[in-house]
């Protein structure tokens, strides 16, 4: 099961003054790489003959150095590529933090097992959540609502001002932006958005 954190990618880079622009240039260069197997295996089923310079550490500064013409290595954000004048020009693979069970764990485990992945999901869904609360005239509640896609319906709790209502509800943070415009058009005021640190379904 993909946890959603962790994120990387093996990436084949080069000089963005190389003029290299694809993996086949790369016949007869010279690549730098921690992961000499790995590059290996990708060069072979391409058909791509190259020399390897295996290196532990700081592969990025290779090029810069004359050690080699192209690099492969873990990217995450991509800024250590551009401090050193990179660009990518090749994806061997993706790879995220997952979580795995093995067909062979012993039954007596098995519910410390289920207790550690329901804490994990509860996390992880809470990062892709957002706690909304906001204020809305009562006559505006039942298209609020409707708005609000939330666990089940919206919490609402009349204010001090007659007329007045706080509406509290849960929204999943890729369609953050869009549900507090609509809202807004709508008549919501003082809308506030909370972090949610656990969700527990």
Not at 65 to 87: P, R
Request: hydrophobic share 40%; net charge negative.
């Amino acid at each position: 099961e993909k946890l959603g954190f962790s994120k990387c990618r093996v990436s084949v880079a080069v000089p963005k003054n190389s003029g290299i622009t694809s993996i086949e240039e790369l016949q007869g260069k010279r690549i730098a790489t921690s992961y000499p197997n790995t590059v290996n295996t990708f060069l072979e089923k391409n058909g791509i003959e190259a020399s390897l310079h295996l290196i532990n550490g700081s592969v990025e500064i290779a090029p810069n150095i004359g050690l080699a013409d192209a690099i492969c290595d873990i990217v995450s954000s991509g800024s250590t590529l551009f401090k050193n004048n990179l660009t990518e020009i090749e994806v061997l693979f993706k790879s995220e933090a997952g979580l795995a069970i093995s067909p062979m764990m012993p039954e007596a485990a098995s519910s410390i097992f289920e207790r550690f992945q329901f804490r994990i999901k509860s996390v992880l869904k809470g990062r892709q959540s957002k706690y909304v609360l906001l204020n809305a005239p009562n006559d505006k509640i039942h298209t609020i609502s409707s708005i609000l896609p939330g666990m089940k319906s919206p919490t609402v709790l009349p204010l001090a001002e007659e007329g007045w209502s706080s509406l509290h509800s849960v929204i999943d943070k890729n369609d953050f932006w869009e549900i507090i415009d609509e809202l807004k058009a709508n008549g919501a005021e003082g809308i506030l958005v909370c972090p949610i640190e656990n969700m527990i379904m």
